[in-house]
């Protein structure tokens, strides 16, 4: 089956604010949390100023894996952007994870640098 992909713009940031809490009533882990949040600040305001991202759009069930934990999203046509950009996030987030210097965005008291997550947000716009 082919996939099929829709734009996040502008018109979605209530959709990245829904999907972020949503996520965040999965996680338990502080880092985590502190990534869902600076990941989903900076796509708001990327998609603010006009920038656009290519999701795919999802049209069945989905199983997901976060912190070690397996759940199914149940496909509601309805909500099925919400749904879409939910999987962006947990994408996003999990592509963070993967990189070898994540730490090396770390500012001195702990924080990550939101300007490294706008670039490497940049990353994925069309």
Do not use: C
């Amino acid at each position: 089956m082919t996939k099929k992909y829709v734009l996040l713009g502008r018109n979605d940031v209530e959709l990245i604010k829904q999907s972020a809490i949503e996520i965040m009533n999965l996680l338990s882990n502080t880092e985590a949390l502190m990534l869902l949040s600076n990941i989903g600040l900076v796509l708001q305001q990327k998609v603010r100023h006009g920038s656009m991202f290519r999701m795919e759009l999802i049209t069945s069930d989905v199983k997901i894996e976060v912190e070690n934990k397996g759940f199914t999203l149940e496909y509601n046509a309805n909500n099925q952007r919400l749904i879409s950009v939910f999987i962006f996030i947990l994408k996003l987030m999990s592509k963070w994870e993967k990189r070898p210097d994540t730490f090396a965005f770390r500012e001195p008291d702990g924080t990550d640098d939101l300007d490294k997550f706008s670039d490497f947000i940049s990353e994925f716009e069309v």
